[in-house]
């Protein structure tokens, strides 16, 4: 089963910074091109920023760009979303999961974990 864990959210004051974790037990990450993505109350999930398999090609949206770095360990089997500059309006519970490709958007599949909530106070 494709189901990635999150970890790393937390509450901060708007400005601050927070690094998430995404982490799988049983497969392989670099196997897998991998999206983060996050959904706000009564809001749609919406893709935050996605890295290729060897991270030589990364994609963010347009909120993030700028405060949002995203990077992969494979040899850690684990990918990071590096949060600074927060503000209220990037709180959400956030995912990650393998995705199709990463271009300007970045399908999903598998199924969704628990996902990490990121609460930012102004």
């Known amino acids: 089963q494709l189901q990635l864990v999150e970890s790393g959210g937390g509450l901060v004051q708007s400005g601050g910074s927070l690094r998430l974790s995404c982490a799988a037990s049983?497969?392989?990450?670099?196997?897998?091109?991998i999206g983060w993505f996050r959904q706000a109350p009564g809001k749609e999930r919406e893709g935050v920023s996605c890295?290729?398999?060897?991270?030589?090609?990364?994609n963010y949206a347009d909120s993030v760009k700028g405060r949002f770095t995203i990077s992969r360990d494979n040899a850690k089997n684990t990918v990071y979303l590096q949060m600074n500059s927060l503000k209220p309006e990037d709180t959400a519970v956030y995912y990650c999961?393998?995705?199709?490709?990463?271009?300007?958007?970045?399908?999903?599949?598998?199924?969704w974990g628990q996902g990490t909530q990121v609460t930012v106070s102004s």
């Open positions: 999961a393998p995705v199709f490709s990463c271009g300007s958007s970045w399908p999903p599949f598998g199924s």
């Open positions: 049983r497969l392989t990450l670099g196997y897998y091109i």
């Open positions: 890295i290729s398999r060897t991270g030589d090609s990364i």
